[in-house]
């Protein structure tokens, strides 16, 4: 469920959601200061469900995709990310979303939907406004692996199917990221 304004009460200590009126404007802030590599919270009250708009890819399948339940639905993409939600262990008491660097105070988040993201539900054109922007977002599949290594965390199952795609190991990249 994706909380509104009317009913809004924050989720997780240390971040709060920004609602600014228009579709897909609303965006989640720091409310504290975090340090690169910082757990900011571990992912639970988590429910499996179709892949849409509001669901984050969780493995390799085309059914493996979970809602977040939470205020983190409204972290929005950036091609230069300063977090990232870490599926990669196959326990999902593992999952956590984390910083990839440091995040300021009224700073909001932002992560590379292609880290989780196979083939997105819903593709966009980017308005992140960074140099390294890729323009439009469909999800790693049509992402070369070049593209995807800019960037400094992609799940492993996301890096698993890139390899199956262009039959080259990428355990190199993994162990990198």
């Known amino acids: 469920m994706k909380p509104s304004q009317e009913n809004y009460v924050p989720s997780h200590p240390g971040l709060a959601v920004q609602f600014v009126s228009g579709e897909f404007r609303s965006s989640l802030v720091a409310t504290r200061s975090y340090k690169a590599g910082e757990l900011i919270a571990p992912l639970e009250g988590l429910t499996k469900g179709p892949k849409r708009y509001t669901s984050v890819q969780c493995g390799p399948g085309e059914n493996d995709h979970i809602?977040?339940?939470?205020?983190?639905?409204?972290?929005?993409?950036?091609?230069?990310?300063n977090a990232a939600f870490d599926l990669s262990s196959p326990n999902p008491k593992n999952w956590n979303l984390r910083t990839l660097k440091p995040i300021k105070a009224g700073e909001a988040l932002g992560f590379f939907y292609p880290s989780t993201e196979w083939d997105m539900d819903q593709p966009f054109k980017c308005e992140c406004g960074a140099p390294s922007c890729i323009g439009v977002i469909k999800g790693a599949k049509y992402l070369s692996l070049r593209q995807l290594a800019a960037r400094q965390f992609?799940?492993?199952?996301?890096?698993?199917?890139?390899?199956?795609?262009?039959?080259?190991?990428?355990g190199k990249l993994q162990s990198r990221l």
Do not use: A, K, M
């Open 67 to 81: 809602e977040l339940n939470s205020d983190l639905v409204y972290i929005n993409h950036s091609c230069e990310p």
């Open 154 to 170: 992609v799940n492993s199952y996301i890096l698993e199917l890139i390899s199956q795609r262009d039959g080259q190991f990428t």
